[in-house]
Nanobody, 122 residues
Framework: QVQLVESGGGLVQAGGSLRLSCAASGSIFSINAMGWYRQAPGKQRELVAVIISGGSTNYADSVKGRFTISRDNAKNTVYLQMNSLKPEDTAVYYC????????????????WGKGTLVTVSS
């Protein structure tokens, strides 16, 4: 009953910036955390950044200092500001959220978006 829809991916030159958005909708009671994962060809899906309901954040070492995760709780939306992009950032970026939904409101379940492609050219 929960859907995550990403937007903002595209093609950008190295050194450029992109801003990804992910909006959650459905029978949402609360969202414990939202984050971004990415998967490049031939690699495992990895956590890029996460923000919990209290506002604390965590980043992969490879993006720390370049990417910033933020959220708008009123809109159930998470953003990923990506600066100083590198070709190695090229991947499909997936939105993830731990959402309390439905009739049981004591814990959340993970939901995933379909992904948005980010391509960084050299």
């Amino acid at each position: 009953q929960v859907q995550l829809v990403e937007s903002g991916g595209g093609l950008v030159q190295a050194g450029g910036s992109l801003r990804l958005s992910c909006a959650a909708s459905g029978s949402i009671f609360s969202i414990n955390a939202m984050g971004w994962y990415r998967q490049a060809p031939g690699k495992q899906r990895e956590l890029v950044a996460v923000i919990i309901s209290g506002g604390s954040t965590n980043y992969a070492d490879s993006v720390k200092g370049r990417f910033t995760i933020s959220r708008d709780n009123a809109k159930n939306t998470v953003y990923l500001q990506m600066n100083s992009l590198k070709p190695e950032d090229t991947a499909v970026y997936y939105c993830n959220a731990n959402v309390v939904a439905g009739s049981i409101r004591y814990y959340g379940m993970d939901y995933w978006g379909k992904g948005t492609l980010v391509t960084v050219s050299s």
